[in-house]
């Protein structure tokens, strides 16, 4: 997806699918099947900030669209509305997948091996078969591996350590996997790799509780686990690839409100405000924080004692499209709070940025800045 939206069932789309789909005369929601009570189609700005956290955590660059959406996409079906069924080679993959689940099922009696070395070349074979195959991941989870990972965790041999919290973290890509590892409390044994592991293993932990948090129940276990902290010290403490992968892991935390002030109580704000150096290179990670955390008077106070505005009105004026949004959104939260927060915001000269993105940002931008100049200064002319 590049540009998801929300239909009237609650489901996500690509914008450009599901128009087609409604342009088709097709009332129903493709996934429920249940009719829509109207056609409009609403942004989705967390998956869209979900999907770039995640491209950017890959390494992954966003195709660039080539059709025209004049184009259609695809015919309509005549019959059912079901995608037809392609036959392919069952037997041989069948065969394919009998070797690999022989190959995994030895493996995985060796994760219980009382030889260090054993354990040691048994999580790095598994380590490597999760990184690429879908197949082998769902293989490697219905063999038992997950909870024997999980449990070397704890190991006292750090390669062994950051073997499985790496596995874990490959595993984690397939959805039912983020389910099974966190109902095999993976989780306090994840914040322990945070604690004590390898930079490689602590990176690794940041990123698989982001993976593990993309499931809504999963943001309030990992929340009320004692996550933060470690989250925060990474991101303070660690390496340049940790504090992205600490940032990442907070920006989705922090979606679930509950969160919101362990992140603050953990000592977030000040990190992120400093993150926000274009040197680090994580100003839209740091902002898009920020502008949760924003949210609740705890952030808010936090982000004016560490000095976080004079930044976010920069981010306004220089940032990222994506940095620009969230700064905006981030200040009108501040400005719709709180009077002094709002004359400082002014007195950062934040007017003529504003201005300006008022007229070239991103739709959500354009919406924030709206209010901030009807709702925010209208209010404060009223004040004065």
């Keep these: 997806m590049t540009d998801p939206v929300i239909v009237a069932s609650g489901q996500t789309y690509e914008r450009a699918f599901i128009k087609n789909w409604i342009e088709l005369g097709l009332t129903v929601c493709p996934k429920t099947r249940h009719t829509l009570a109207h056609t409009n189609l609403i942004p989705n700005y967390t998956v869209k900030a979900l999907i770039a956290n995640w491209c950017e955590l890959n390494n992954v ?12 996409f695809w015919r309509r079906p005549s019959d059912r509305l079901l995608p037809r069924i392609v036959s392919s080679p069952t037997t041989e993959t069948r065969a394919d997948l009998s ?10 009696e060796d994760l219980n091996s009382d030889s260090i070395d054993t354990q040691r070349e048994a999580t790095g074979q598994l380590r490597l078969l999760a990184k690429h195959n879908m197949d082998n991941r769902i293989v490697i989870s219905n063999c038992g591996a997950i909870t024997l990972l999980v449990n ?28 099974a590892i966190a109902n095999a409390e993976a989780i306090e044994p994840l914040i322990y790799v945070l604690e004590t ?19 809504e129940e999963n943001k309030v276990r990992i929340g009320r686990s004692g996550a933060i902290g470690p989250l925060v010290d990474l991101l303070g403490n660690g390496t340049p690839r940790g504090k992205k992968d600490a940032a990442t892991a907070l920006f989705n935390l922090s979606i679930f409100h509950e969160n919101k002030a362990r992140i603050v109580a953990a000592g977030a704000v000040k990190h992120l405000v400093e993150l926000m150096d274009p040197a680090a290179g994580m100003v839209d990670k740091a902002v898009a924080v920020l502008a949760n955390l924003a949210t609740i008077p705890e952030g808010r106070n936090a982000i004016g004692q560490q000095g976080g505005i004079p930044v976010l009105v920069e981010v306004v004026e220089l940032g990222s499209a994506r940095g620009k949004e969230n700064a905006a959104a981030a200040l009108l939260q501040l400005c719709t709070n709180s009077n002094r927060f ?29 209010i901030f100049f009807w709702g925010v200064l209208g209010l404060k002319a009223k004040i004065s």
């Design 99 to 108: 070797g690999l689940e022989t190959q995994v099922k030895k493996l995985v």
């Design 61 to 72: 660059k966003l195709p660039v669209p080539t059709r025209s959406r004049s184009q259609p």
């Design 197 to 215: 592991g390898s930079h490689e293993a602590k990176e690794n932990s940041a990123a698989t509780l982001f993976s593990l948090s993309v499931i």
């Design 342 to 370: 709002c004359n400082n915001v002014l007195q950062e000269g934040a007017v003529p940025p504003l201005v300006a993105l008022s007229q070239n940002g991103t739709p959500r931008a354009k919406e924030k800045v709206h």
């Design 152 to 179: 070397l965790l704890r190991s006292t041999d750090l390669k062994i350590q950051e073997n499985a919290v790496t596995a874990l973290l490959n595993l984690s890509i397939n959805d039912n996997n983020k389910t």
